[in-house]
């Protein structure tokens, strides 16, 4: 006879055998851990504890189809309606509906952005917990006799179980408590969305997650002064769930994300300075999220940041202003904001020259930058990268700055002739443009 939709029945061979399957890896796994060297230690005791889930979860499934038997039908309304077993952590989507967790989790996951059951498109996709459907079944389940665990034990997709989303939620609740465990939750939390992609996933995944996040740093602006440590923890938390594709959107549009960023970028130590910068760089993947950071004055910030010019934090702010000023409206914004006498002054020193010198020729597609370099002496700079670089890319993006600065001022054009004939024929030669085509016509 069939087996019943949700009922595994515990003569099946398939069953067995994957059992003794996991066996084996497990015995296999911790041999391994006796004996391999700390290098592969943590990621062979991380693969122990996933059969070791697997496992429980097996024998759970198991134990529960004997206290089903065959004689007891599972309540239609306690099925989730993409697996069709017993619902063991149910879950709302926006639609109102309700399915068990790891497998609504797996429809998105694969893209989908509809209700499974009613085909409407997902407002957002926030799963609430269904607390009313969970306390019916396991009401039903004491009834008949069948003990089900009040936390779910089996592993998603993404390696989480129920005790590991409960951690979570435990530590977002410490983020409003007393300083010293905001601490302890802040570094907790940025070591586990380092080390586990899967915790990225639930800030976008847990309504009101990165605001508790952030709840620390928007008390110190208002009742005390941030501590640094904390301040680190949280900005590169805030790096690390930015990383998850689905959730850069989420994170540019949360109201105090980007004030956060730019009072790090002014105040933090030099590492929190740099990852906030880091975080910018991130975020501003998405197009709208570059015009969205370029109009709370991000830029100024990491302007001023990079005027300081310290080692550790230059690289990582550079990238933020190239990747912001992609979009027109940024390139208008950073010139306003004095980019290019910052960007000329650290070049003309000699530092960064590769990465300043691409915003600068991106830069110089706005006439204000082409008329303030021309201003600030910028040829004389630009040849002698020319004459000392062996970096093809430097010299490119020295020419076409160049050819921008004569377009618009032809006294340069007749400066940058007098430099020396062997000169102007190297970067007319080199340059994609005609020079002297262009005075004449």
Known sequence: ???????????????????????????????????????????????????????????????????????ISCPDEFRCPL???????????????????????????AGNRTCPQTLQVLSHTNLTPNHLIRGMILKWCKNQGIELSTSVVYINDEGLTEADRDHFLALL???????????????????????????????????????????????????????????????????????????????????????????????????????????LFTLSALDSNKDLIGKAGAL??????????????????????????????NKARAVRDGAVRVILNKIVNRMLVDELLAILAMLSGHQKAVKELGELGAVPCLLSLIRESSC????ENCIAILYTICLNDRTKWKELRGRGKGLWNYITTCSKWNFKGKEEG
Not at 258 to 263: E, Q, S, V, Y
Not at 323 to 328: A, G, K, M, R
Not at 392 to 395: E, G, P, S, T, Y
Request: charged letters at 30%; aromatic letters at 2%; proline letters at 5%.
């Open 300 to 329: 100024k910030t990491l302007i001023d940041l990079l005027e300081e010019g310290h080692p550790l934090a230059m690289k990582d702010v550079a990238s933020a202003i190239f990747n912001l000023c992609i979009i027109h409206e």
């Open 173 to 279: 609740e410490k983020m409003s408590s007393s300083l010293s465990e905001q601490k302890e939750a802040a570094k907790e939390l940025r070591l586990l969305t380092k080390r586990m992609p899967s915790f990225r996933a639930l800030f976008g995944e847990t309504r009101d997650a990165i605001p508790q996040l952030l709840t620390p740093l928007s008390q110190s602006n208002s009742n005390r002064e941030v501590h640094p440590e904390l301040q680190e923890d949280v900005i590169t938390t805030l790096l690390n769930l930015s990383i998850h594709d689905n959730n850069k959107k989420l994170v540019v549009e949360t109201p105090l994300v980007i004030p956060l960023l730019m009072d790090a970028l002014r105040s933090g130590t030099i590492e929190t300075r740099s990852n906030a910068a880091a975080t």
């Open 83 to 109: 697996s069709k077993e017993l619902m063991k952590d149910p879950v709302i989507v926006s639609t109102g509906q309700t399915y068990d967790r790891p497998f609504i989790q797996k429809w998105l996951k």
């Open 392 to 395: 093809a890319r430097i010299k």
């Open 1 to 71: 006879m069939m087996a019943k939709p949700g009922i595994l029945e515990v003569s099946d061979p398939s069953t067995v055998a994957k059992a003794n399957e996991l066996k084996k890896e497990l015995q296999r796994l911790i041999i391994a851990i006796v004996e391999d060297d700390d290098e592969v230690l943590v990621q062979t005791i991380d693969r122990a504890r996933e059969t070791l889930l697997d496992l429980k979860n097996l024998k759970l499934k198991r134990s529960l189809s004997l206290k089903f038997g065959n004689s």
